[in-house]
């Protein structure tokens, strides 16, 4: 029996997409062998919105910390330009659970261009669960971004977890 080669860019996406369906997003996340190979022309290190989206849902519904894994996994294996609008579009959500979910997903340290840019950005977010992802991905991310400026500020926050976790982050330092 032959089979045909599966680019790196399908498998991935294919992994990805079963990964989701396994863990309880809607079948339709799921992909079939159809398209697998329908998707043999397209540039393998592309990711397109839905598997964004699907690993969002992801990481959104986890409350353990696999989904924002599985999320940081994504953004480390997708070209930079589409990681970053990837993660500022999380960043910029208007759901809670969508910016909580990149929050802790930038706890896991992967090459991302703008991260700290995107890190500021959820440290100044109304709700302290992101601000408290966001003093975490600082601290996890010190050694890439040099401007303590964000854990300075969150040593302040009025927000107890939040504030004792920028302190402690500047200890370590």
């Given amino acids: 029996m032959s089979r045909s080669p599966v680019s790196r860019g399908a498998m991935r996406r294919l992994i990805t997409k079963l990964v989701v369906a396994t863990l309880g997003v809607p079948a339709a996340a ?63 959500s208007p759901r809670l659970d969508v910016r909580l979910a990149v929050g802790e997903a930038l706890t896991w340290c992967f090459p991302l261009v703008g991260a700290d840019v995107v890190i500021d950005h959820l440290s100044r977010d109304a709700d302290a669960a992101v601000r408290l992802a966001a003093a975490r991905a600082a601290h996890a991310r010190r050694g890439s971004i040099d401007d303590p400026a964000v854990l300075e500020r969150l040593s302040v926050d009025p927000e107890p977890a939040v504030r004792d976790a920028a302190r402690l982050a500047l200890l370590g330092r």
């Avoid at 190979?37 to 409350?63: I, K, N, Q, T």
């Avoid at 910390?65 to 953004?75: K, S, T």
């Fill in 30 to 92: 799921a992909a079939s062998p159809a398209e697998v190979e329908a998707d043999g022309d397209r540039d393998p290190d592309a990711v397109d919105d839905a598997e964004v989206e699907a690993a969002l849902h992801l990481a959104s519904g986890d409350a353990g910390g696999a989904g924002a894994h599985a999320l940081a996994i994504l953004l480390d294996h997708m070209r930079p330009i589409d990681a970053t609008r990837a993660a500022a579009t999380a960043a910029l």
